[in-house]
């Protein structure tokens, strides 16, 4: 679980950087990324529809997308809210496969 400082919590904030902010695609999720102040630690929002899977299926690509968000925090992402839109190809994919196509959306 991100700690409460790191998640987007409020539909219309989650909304706001999804339209506003700059999209990168993978075959399995769309990040929309929105710079905020430099100052501020970066956050992540989560949208994981129905047409993933079932709830097992959708809370396990959530877990999987949360790890990979804590990886980015953990090496100092500042002034940024993501926004993390799973596709219906991510509750087929192995962890190892989002690790590779996280890889490409945000490079080290």
Do not use: C
């Not at 999804?18 to 990168?24: L, M």
């Amino acid at each position: 679980m991100l700690a409460r400082v790191h998640r987007i919590v409020d539909g219309d904030h989650l909304r706001q950087v999804s339209r506003r902010g700059s999209r990168v695609a993978s075959e399995y999720f769309v990040a929309s990324r929105l710079a905020t102040q430099s100052d501020i630690p970066g956050r992540f929002g989560f949208v994981v529809s129905k047409q993933v899977g079932g709830a097992v299926i959708r809370n396990r690509v959530k877990r999987r997308l949360r790890e990979l968000a804590q990886g980015e925090i953990t090496r100092g992402l500042f002034g940024e809210d993501v926004v993390v839109r799973a596709l219906p190809a991510a509750g087929s994919a192995s962890y190892e496969e989002l690790v590779r196509a996280w890889g490409r959306v945000f490079p080290q």
